[in-house]
């Protein structure tokens, strides 16, 4: 993605350090951060619009990837009989797609979306109401995440993390809380063994 994102309907190229700093936040967040960086909400609103559309045809169109190694993950994490559950921002109905399209809605007991929650991530809101869900008191869950926001906001809900990064590396100063960031999945399932 180097250079950004060609918004073609709007004739406009969105900064590529614009979409990284939005990485895991929701629809409501990522519109303010738009709107916060250009300088200009009526923009950030046509450019998420324009967005949103483009990722819907993808979910519902074009090759949905998974990240390697998270069958593997999901497959050991299931032999153990651990309870699991999916705290994504995304909303429910796209989540739903992702998690069946992709075959991964068969290894979760329970999913959040962050249009079921009062307050998405970075707030602990996604994640207490998975460990609800779940009945596993906060403390004793583990969570992998792949975003910043998402590991504040598990570190908020009283969570360990584990941060295997997806788009963007964070600096090691913002991951001190995590228990552990890994290269990959399956360095985290090495990790997930030996706890």
């Keep these: 993605m180097p250079g ?33 960086y250009l300088g200009n909400s009526a923009l950030a609103e046509q450019l998420s619009q324009a967005g949103r559309r483009h990722y819907h045809r993808q979910l519902q169109e074009g090759e949905l990837n998974l990240k390697n190694g998270i069958e593997n993950v999901l497959d050991w ?41 009062e307050h998405p991530k970075p707030h602990p809101d996604i994640y207490l109401t998975a460990a609800r869900r779940l009945k596993v008191a906060p403390e004793r869950c583990l969570v992998l995440e792949d975003s910043l926001y998402g590991m504040q906001a598990a570190l908020a809900a009283g969570m360990r993390v584990i941060v295997v990064p997806d788009m963007v590396t964070p600096p090691a100063h913002a991951t001190t809380g995590a228990l552990a960031v890994c290269a990959d999945l399956h360095q985290a399932l090495t990790l997930l063994r030996q706890l």
């Excluded at 190229?13 to 916060?36: F, Q």
């Excluded at 429910?92 to 979306?113: E, M, N, P």
């Design 4 to 36: 950004g994102w060609q918004a073609g309907e709007l004739g406009v190229v969105v900064p590529e350090e614009m979409i990284l700093g939005m990485v895991g936040l929701s629809v409501t967040l990522s519109v303010a951060y738009a709107a916060r």
């Design 77 to 117: 994490i299931v032999s153990v009989e651990l309870p699991r559950a999916v705290a994504t921002s995304t909303q429910r109905k796209l989540a739903d797609i992702k998690l069946q399209r992709t075959g991964l809605s068969r290894y979760f007991d329970v999913t959040v979306a962050g249009d079921e929650v």
